[in-house]
C-alpha cells in the first residue's frame, strides 16, 4: 500500500501518529456599553512556563527544578508527591517493601501494577521521607508541576508573575523553561456593574463537567462561572492556538490565538455612572436622617420600555467605618432580593377591577375603614373622602382597593362581613400581576434570576393585603417591568442586558430585537387612567415634587411593612417601612422608566414617625440629569 498508493498511505499515517493540542485559553471577548465604551477587557499578564524537550531524563529534570527552586517560591510538595518521588529516587530499597509471597502473586497475575505500587506507597514511612529537607521538598514540588498532564503540554509553573521574578527567571537561562503571555480582565470603572459581569475560574466546574466537555471544553479551560461571564460563556470565549508535536518535541504553531467576541450592552456606562453618585450621595444625606437606624441598601434601574433593555442598574450596601462610610456594590441582588412593595402595585390591582367590571370608570366611593369578621379595620393613611379610579391612584387610597376586591368576589360591604376568599380568587389577582412581571420571571439575560416569596396562607385579611401590595415580596427588575407594561400597555417585553454580539473581524453575530413574554387584554382606554391617576400621583399626589416641573412623567410609590435582623442572630425583631416607586418619564423623543427600592429606610415608633424621601431624591435627580444631558 505504502508503495502503490504512496500519497494516500503518508496522509493517513500521518493523521493516526502525528500529535495536535490546544494552547492555553485564548483571550476572551470583551465587554463594551451600548456606545462603545470598554466595561471588561483584558490584560497582559506573563507566566512562567517549562516544555519537555528531547526526552529529559528523571535526573536531567530534577537538577532543572533545583534550578528553579533558587528563583521561585513555591509551597513545599505534600506527602504524596514526597512517597511518588522517593519511589522514583530508590525504586530498588522500595521495590524490597514487598514480600515474595506478593512478588509471586504479581508474577501469577492475581496482583497489578498499580497494587504493587500502592503497596509499596504504604509502606514508605515518615522517617524514610525524612531524607528531604525544606529545600528538597520545594523541589520535589516544581518537579511534579514539571510533570503535570500530557507530557507534551506546556506546564504552567507560575501565574501572573512579576517583572523582577521574569528577568530573574530569564536570566537564569534554565533549558524548556520560557515565559509566555496570557490574559486576565481589567475593569476600566472599577466596581461598577462588576458583580453583574460574574467571575472566571481556571478549569471547567467540576459540578458541569459533563456538559461542559460535550461543548468542546478542555479540562483547563478558563470558564465564566457566574452572571454574565456565565451567560455568554460561548460567545466571549477565544479560539485556542492550535500547535502540532515535531518528532524531536519541539511544537510548531499552525493556527494563532483568536480574541473572543465583543459584547455590546444596552447599559450606558456615563448613565449608570450618574446613578452611581446619585445613590451614594442620597444614600450619606438620608443616612443623617431620623428613623435610618436600619437603612443600608438601595437599588435603582433604568430602563427602555420599548424595548426591555437596561440602561443602568446599581445596587448599594452603605458600611460604616467610623464617620466615614464606603460602599459595596450588590446589583447582582436586583436578580434575587425581594421585597414587599406596598401601594407601587395599585396600578395592577386597578387593572383586575376593570377587567371584572368591579370599577366604573369616574365613579366616586367613599374612603373608609374597612371592618372584616374578627379582623382589625383596615383604612387608608388618612380620610381621603370620595375618590374615583383617578385619584385613587393619586392619593393612593387603600380603602378603594378593598372595596374593588370585595366587588371582584361578587359582594357588597357591609360592616364586619365575611368574604370566604378562595384560592381562584387569589389565583386569578396573582396571574394579571405575573403579566405584569410581579411574581414571574422578567425573562433577563443572567442566569439564577428568583420570582420572590408568594404567601401561602389564602384568608380574607390577607386577601385584602395582596390588593395593595403587603403580602407577596418582588424583585427591583420586576418592578421595573411592571412600570414598563403600563406603558406599552399590556405588552410585558423580557428585560435584557444584551444589545449585540460583534466577532473579532467586526462581523455582527447577534443583534437583540425585542422579546414579548406576555400581553394584558385590556381597553386602551383604561390604560389611560391608570396613566392619569400616576401623573396625578406625580404632581399633587402622594409622589408630589418626585420630578421636576414640566416633567412629562407619571409613577406609583409604595410604602411597605418589611422585617429587620437588628441583632443578626437569624430572627427578625424590628418592624421597619421599605419605600418603592416605579415610573415612566417622557424626555425630546426618548421613553425611561426608573424604579427605586429602599429597603428597611424608617422604622414603627420612631423618632416623629418619619421616612427619609430617598426615592424622591433618586428620582428628581436622574430625571434632572436626563433632561439636561438631551437638551
Known amino acids: 500500500m505504502n508503495i502503490l498508493q504512496h500519497d494516500w498511505f503518508s496522509t493517513q499515517k500521518s493523521a493516526k501518529t502525528e500529535i495536535y493540542f490546544e494552547g492555553e485559553s485564548a483571550p476572551r471577548g470583551r465587554i463594551l456599553d451600548v456606545n462603545g465604551e470598554v466595561l471588561v477587557d483584558n490584560v497582559l499578564v506573563e507566566h512562567i512556563m517549562y516544555r519537555k524537550i528531547n526526552h529529559p531524563t528523571f535526573e536531567e529534570e530534577v537538577e532543572i527544578a533545583r534550578r528553579l527552586g533558587s528563583c521561585l517560591d513555591v509551597s513545599q510538595a505534600n506527602e504524596e508527591q514526597l512517597k511518588q518521588f522517593y519511589l522514583k529516587e530508590y525504586p530498588e530499597k522500595v521495590h524490597s517493601l514487598i514480600l515474595d509471597e506478593e512478588w509471586k502473586r504479581y508474577e ?27 529545600w528538597d521538598r520545594k523541589v520535589i514540588h516544581l518537579y511534579f508541576l514539571m510533570n503535570q498532564g500530557y507530557s507534551y503540554q506546556n506546564k504552567k509553573l507560575v501565574s501572573k508573575a512579576d517583572a523582577s521574578l521574569v528577568a530573574n527567571v530569564v536570566e537564569q537561562n534554565i533549558p524548556g523553561v520560557f515565559i509566555e503571555q496570557g490574559f486576565e480582565r481589567t475593569y476600566p470603572y472599577g466596581e461598577v456593574l462588576q458583580s453583574i459581569f460574574g467571575n472566571l475560574q481556571e478549569g471547567i ?48 504553531e499552525i493556527r494563532p490565538a483568536k480574541r473572543g467576541n465583543d459584547l455590546y450592552l444596552t447599559i450606558d456606562i456615563h448613565l449608570e455612572e450618574k446613578l452611581v453618585d446619585v445613590m451614594k450621595e442620597t444614600m450619606i444625606q ?48 436586583v436578580l434575587y432580593a425581594s421585597f414587599t412593595p406596598g401601594s407601587v402595585v395599585k396600578g395592577a390591582s386597578h387593572t383586575v377591577g376593570y377587567m371584572k367590571g368591579a370599577i366604573s370608570v369616574g365613579e366616586k366611593v367613599l374612603d373608609r375603614c374597612i371592618k372584616l369578621y374578627l379582623t382589625p379595620q383596615k383604612c387608608s393613611y388618612k380620610k381621603l373622602g370620595y375618590v374615583d379610579d383617578i385619584t385613587a391612584l393619586k392619593w393612593s387610597s387603600n380603602s378603594y382597593q378593598f372595596l374593588t376586591a370585595i366587588r371582584v368576589l361578587g359582594l357588597s360591604y357591609s360592616y364586619d362581613m365575611k368574604l370566604n376568599v378562595e384560592k381562584e380568587t387569589f389565583d386569578f389577582y396573582r396571574s394579571v400581576f405575573q403579566s405584569y412581571g410581579l411574581g414571574s420571571q422578567t425573562g ?30 418582588y424583585t427591583p427588575l420586576q418592578l421595573l417591568q411592571y412600570i414598563q407594561t403600563i406603558e406599552t400597555e399590556g405588552v410585558r417585553y423580557a428585560l435584557c442586558l444584551l444589545d449585540r454580539v460583534v466577532s473579532f473581524e467586526g462581523e455582527v453575530l447577534f443583534s437583540r430585537s425585542p422579546k414579548v413574554l406576555s400581553t394584558i387584554s385590556l381597553d386602551s382606554m383604561y390604560y389611560q387612567r391608570i396613566k392619569e391617576g400616576m401623573r396625578e400621583v406625580l404632581f399633587g399626589g402622594t409622589g408630589n415634587g418626585y420630578v421636576p416641573v414640566n416633567t412629562d412623567a407619571y409613577g406609583k410609590t409604595g410604602t411597605s411593612e418589611s422585617f429587620y435582623d437588628s441583632d443578626l442572630d437569624g430572627v427578625v425583631d424590628v418592624s421597619t417601612i421599605t419605600s418603592t416607586l416605579a415610573m415612566i ?40 440629569y436626563l433632561k439636561e444631558s438631551s437638551s
Open 108 to 134: 501469577e497475575r492475581k496482583l497489578t501494577d498499580e497494587e504493587i505500587t500502592s503497596l509499596e506507597m504504604e509502606r514508605i514511612t515518615d522517617e524514610d521521607l525524612q531524607v528531604y529537607t525544606s
Open 205 to 252: 466546574p467540576k459540578e458541569n463537567q459533563e456538559d461542559y466537555l460535550k461543548a468542546g471544553y478542555a479540562l483547563s479551560d478558563t470558564v465564566g462561572i457566574s452572571f454574565f461571564e456565565k451567560q455568554y460563556d460561548s460567545y466571549l470565549q477565544g479560539e485556542k492556538a492550535l500547535y502540532s508535536v515535531l518528532d524531536d518535541g519541539r511544537m510548531q
Open 286 to 333: 438620608v443616612k443623617k436622617m431620623a428613623n435610618t437606624e436600619y437603612f443600608h441598601e438601595s437599588y435603582a434601574l433604568i430602563g427602555d420600555p420599548k424595548t426591555g433593555g437596561i440602561r443602568a442598574m446599581v445596587g448599594l450596601q452603605q458600611i460604616m467605618n467610623g464617620q466615614k462610610p464606603s460602599f459595596q456594590e450588590v446589583t447582582s441582588k
Open 444 to 473: 433577563i439575560d443572567l442566569p439564577n434570576e428568583q420570582v420572590g416569596m408568594a404567601g401561602e396562607i389564602v384568608s380574607d385579611d390577607l386577601f385584602l393585603n395582596y390588593t395593595i401590595g403587603q403580602y407577596d415580596t
Open 585 to 624: 418619564a417622557h424626555i425630546n423623543q426618548e421613553t425611561y422608566s426608573l424604579a427605586v427600592v429602599a429597603p428597611h429606610i424608617s422604622h414603627f415608633g420612631g423618632n416623629r414617625d418619619y421616612t427619609a424621601p430617598f426615592a424622591r431624591y433618586i428620582s428628581n435627580e436622574m430625571v434632572r
